[in-house]
């Protein structure tokens, strides 16, 4: 079991651009894939990216291809995610969580963070 705790949420206009962290602790990053998770108030949550640092496979989805960026810092003990070219429906709690695989399918994982809010508005 490991504990996560994400962080860099805020307030963004439309256009621009985050980064979460996701500071993993209580075991080596290496061991563990980690996913990018989202919930807006009223919908499901929506896997959006992970990454397998002993693997290296990364996965993201459409919704969020080609703007977002996982970033795994086995050093550091800590994922990113690079989030550029943010739109209004990008607004969520996000959260990070760790597994045993990288896949975008929550069930998989077993160990969640708290959630950050990120709010994409003018």
């Known amino acids: 079991q490991v504990q996560l705790v994400e962080s860099g949420g805020g307030l963004v206009q439309p256009g621009g651009s985050l980064t979460l962290s996701c500071a993993v602790s209580g075991d080596t990053l290496t061991y563990y894939a980690i996913g990018w998770f989202r919930q807006a108030p009223g919908k499901e949550r929506e896997g959006i990216s992970c990454?397998?640092?002993?693997?290296?496979?990364?996965f993201y989805a459409d919704s969020v291809k080609g703007r977002f960026t996982i970033v795994s810092d086995v050093a550091k003990n800590t994922v990113y995610l690079q989030m550029n070219s943010l739109k209004p429906e990008d607004t969520a709690v996000y959260y990070c969580?760790?597994?045993?695989?990288?896949?975008?399918?929550?069930?998989?994982?077993?160990?969640w963070g708290q959630g950050t809010q990120v709010t994409v508005s003018s």
């Open positions: 990454i397998s640092s002993m693997t290296g496979n990364i």
């Open positions: 969580a760790a597994g045993a695989r990288a896949t975008l399918m929550g069930a998989s994982y077993d160990d």
